[in-house]
Structures are given as C-alpha cells and as structure tokens.
C-alpha cells in the first residue's frame, strides 16, 4: 500500500534578517511630527467643527524606523509592534486638540468621539508610555466601544495595522454628549472627517507556504505511471498528470489537499 505523506504550513509567516541589536525602547516611538486635528465649539452654530490637517501620516514598522532596535517584552504593546511577534506598522501622530478658537461649551456637556467607519486592518489604542504603561484597543478595536469621552486634552492615539504598501482610512465625528442624561446633543457634531494612512512594508520576504499531499516513489521505478480513483474498489483508474520533481533524489509530485481523500498506485510499464 502506498503511504502518503501531507507536508503542512502556515500561510503570512515572514523571514526575519539576522540584525544586531541596537536599543530595547521602553515607549512607542510617534514616527514623526504631530499631525492634529482641531476641534472648536462654535457657540452661534450650536455645534462642534473641526479643521482638520492636509498631511497624512505614515504607518512605519520599527524594522524600517528603527532598524535594529526591539521593544522591551514587558512592555504592553510588545506582542504588536516587535519585529519578533506582530511587527506592526504604528504611528502616533494624529492627535486629538481643541482649537484656541473654541467657545467654552454648553453647560453640563461633554465632548465625545466616534469611530464611524475604518478599514478593518486599522487598530487604535490608548497609549500611555509613563507607569502603569497602557496599550487599551479603543474605536472598537478587538471588541472596544467605537465612542469614548474626551476631556478637551490632547491625545494622540497610537495606530496599527499590518506592514505593506496599502493606504487606509478610518471616518471619525465628535459630538456633544448630555452629561445629566448621558444622552447625545442632536446636530451637535462636526459631521464625518477621515483620518488617512500610507503605510511602508518591512522589507521582509513573505513566504509563501501551502498544504500540500506529497506523493514520492523509488528513484528505479522510472518507467512506472502513477494513477489515482476516488474509491476503492475503482472501476476506472487515471493518471495524475502532474509532473514529476526530485526532492531528496526521488520522484515526487506535489498535490492539492483535495488530492488528500483519493487513492494511488503505481502501474507498471506496458
């Protein structure tokens, strides 16, 4: 009976390069200047509105910002943005300011902010780099509620999502909240604003590696012909036309899982 043998893989896994290290970081890098939208009460309109940057920031993987360096496995966002685990792309850049031109807002208001929509591969945190440390999924990353309170203070929200050469985007609105009711201010927010991405790969081969059922014969049988049924007893067997490949001096070919649930033999030369 002939023994089949599955070789078996685990697609998006990437080679790491071999690289010195340089420095353990103990925060997370911004990746570049501050990019702030601005949100103002404007107290004639009755509503809040926002100006928002023309730059876009850059999702950067530390193997491209930081070549070299690593984080510090104690720290909470280790498993996303090390080059050993997730190796994530971030920035920190676009950070939440209230304008100088804002009116103080209505009494007994707060402001909220609302993820509306977003690329799925986009993840946001609340970040903290000062003790006790904080990587906390916000704008219903892994779960989060898309909407929190914001008290008027600048905060720049830390930005993942894998390394490559995609452009994303997530649409956003502020809002005026009732904090007696807990209950939204009706046409009290700026309307939709997008936060936009670049993003940069990590310059890492990506591997490409699949299932596959691997068929292998004695290197003399060289004149035999290797056929399959889709049950036994088999009223009609066929030949697999696929061409053979040496690996480790034999005979092989490389089959689709599907091939996983058919039968073999080797026929003789006629």
Do not use: C
């Not at 035999?224 to 036994?232: D, I, M, T």
């Amino acid at each position: 009976m002939l023994k089949i043998n599955r070789l078996l893989g685990v697609g998006g896994m990437t080679l790491a390069p071999a690289a010195a290290l340089a420095a353990t970081l103990t925060t997370v890098p911004m990746q570049g200047g501050m990019v702030m939208p601005m949100i103002e009460y404007h107290a004639h309109h009755g509503h809040l509105h926002v100006m928002m940057p023309t730059e876009v920031p850059q999702l950067t993987p530390l193997l491209v910002s930081h070549p070299g360096d690593r984080f510090d496995p104690a720290d909470p966002w280790f498993d996303d943005l090390d080059p050993s685990r997730k190796g994530l792309a971030f920035s920190r850049r676009y950070g939440f300011v209230m304008g100088t031109g804002s009116d103080p807002l209505p009494p007994n208001t707060t402001i909220w902010l609302r993820k509306l929509s977003g690329d799925p591969e986009l993840s946001f945190y609340r970040y903290s780099g000062s003790e006790p440390k904080r990587w906390e999924p916000i704008f219903g990353t892994a779960g989060s509620p898309a909407a929190l309170a914001w008290n008027g203070m600048m905060f720049h929200p830390a930005v993942t999502a894998p390394p490559g050469t995609n452009s994303y985007t997530a649409v956003f609105e502020a809002y005026l909240v009732d904090t007696t009711t807990g209950q939204e201010i009706p046409h009290s927010g700026t309307g939709p604003f997008e936060f936009r991405f670049t993003n940069v790969p990590d310059g890492r081969p990506v591997l490409d590696i699949a299932k596959k059922v691997v068929i292998a014969w004695p290197p003399e049988a060289t004149s035999w012909v290797l056929e399959e049924a889709a049950s036994l007893p088999a009223a009609e067997w066929t030949s697999v036309n696929v061409a053979p490949v040496l690996i480790n001096g034999r005979p092989t070919v490389l089959l689709e899982p599907a091939a996983a649930t058919k039968y073999f033999r080797m026929r003789p030369p006629q």
